[in-house]
């Protein structure tokens, strides 16, 4: 180390891309975190001609000054680059003309208590202080500190191109608090595109990941990118109370931005949550899922994948009226259909509640697409006349429970 320091010094003013890999020398020394190099690396502009970094498993220790003013791209993975608000604003502050970051940290939101989100709110800068002006892109994958700093303190451009997933769960303090300056932040984002009337067509909601893209612009606005993604987190509660969670998932996704548009797909991950629970789906409760239908009445396209999601949208959403009143396409991705009446845990689909649902759609309904589903011929022949010639689309699916016929 102290031989690269050495010839690091010397050529530092003349870097232009810095590319670090630590992990051998972290596995060697017995550590799962990223191994720590000296702060006066970064110390003052010695690295002013840099443009580009790529790091693995490097911690960097904050330097007072941290400046690479002409930094243009950097990539960090399993890395850690700053340690509270106060480092988070001096790392962003020290690359004014960044143009992509990228980080994406799995270990380091696992069993490491340092990454829990214990910010206190008080400690904030005011919202969005730091205006990143150049930033085209936006990647942070890891613990939800780093989500929730950047949109609490980072002002880009609302064309720029932001992902924000969470590995892990989030452990925070203040859940409340965060959630509604999270809110605030995203309104802020989108405020001229809103204002503008521009909105994303298609939302998919991949377990608790939220998804927008086709973005339909103003005749005279070119105001969002191409996706933005944000995951949603699953609050702690001792007692859980679902209203909260459907009062703070709205924080998130209850934007004109978002509920807008005409495609909508949910897909449950079995990673996500208890299978077979009666409450909650993988990855939604049902109150949050609930919510999700009636405020995303424009849809036309709904794309449902995983048991739960198909059962719960087939046996309670459709009867219960919550369904899009435009809806004129459902595709249908691995469902367990039975004709047999069946407990709500079991996850099955009753067909002979889905067709009625379908039909009072009247003739705006155009297809039901089944797609790797587990059905018998009698279901197929129940909705094949009841909706009628070219309205039932089937795709790769296989006979049903017990090989029903």
Known sequence: ???????????????????????????????????????HMFNDESLQSLRFVKFN??????????????????????????????????????????EEFVSRNNELSRGEGSWVNATHVSDLPPL?????????????????RDMFLALATLNIPCTALVSLTLSGIWL????????????????????????????????????????ASRPVQGVLS??????????????QYTDHDPSNDRQ???????????????????????????????????????????????????VHTLKVIGEDVCSYVANIVLPDGQRPPNLTVLRIYGAQFTSVAAPPEANLVLAAVLLPCLLRLGETFELLHLHGC?????????LREGLG?????????????????
Not at 222 to 235: A, G, H, K, V
Request: proline letters at 6%; glycine letters at 6%; a neutral charge.
């Open 172 to 211: 925070a303090d203040n859940q409340e608090a965060k959630m509604r300056i999270v809110h605030e932040a995203v309104q802020a984002h989108f405020a001229q595109a809103t204002e503008d009337g521009a909105y994303f067509d298609s939302v998919a909601f991949d377990g608790r990941t939220m998804s």
């Open 57 to 98: 498993h490097v911690h960097i220790r904050q330097p007072h000054t941290f400046i690479w003013p002409n930094l243009r791209r950097i990539e960090l993975t399993e890395s850690r680059s700053w340690a509270s608000p106060t480092s988070f604003v001096a790392f962003f502050s020290g690359v004014p003309l960044l």
């Open 374 to 382: 587990a059905l018998g011929e009698k279901d197929v022949r129940m």
């Open 128 to 144: 969005r202080s730091v205006t990143m002006e150049h930033l085209k892109v936006l990647k942070l994958h890891g613990p939800y």
């Open 222 to 235: 070119r105001c969002l990118p191409t996706s933005f993604t944000l995951s949603i987190p699953l609050l």
């Open 389 to 405: 010639e070219g309205r039932l689309s089937l795709v790769d699916n296989h006979s049903g429970i017990g090989g029903q016929r």
């Open 248 to 298: 703070l998932l709205e924080t998130s996704f209850a934007h004109p931005i978002f509920y807008r548009a005409t495609s909508l797909t949910i897909q449950s991950l079995d990673k996500c949550g208890t299978s077979g629970s009666p409450h909650r789906l993988d990855s939604f409760y049902f109150d949050e899922l609930r919510r999700i239908f009636e405020l995303y009445a424009h």
């Open 1 to 39: 180390m102290r031989t690269f320091l050495k010839s690091f010094t010397s050529s530092a003013p003349h870097l232009a891309e810095l590319y670090m890999d630590l992990q051998s020398k972290a596995v060697l020394h017995g550590r799962d975190n990223p191994f720590p190099i000296p702060p």
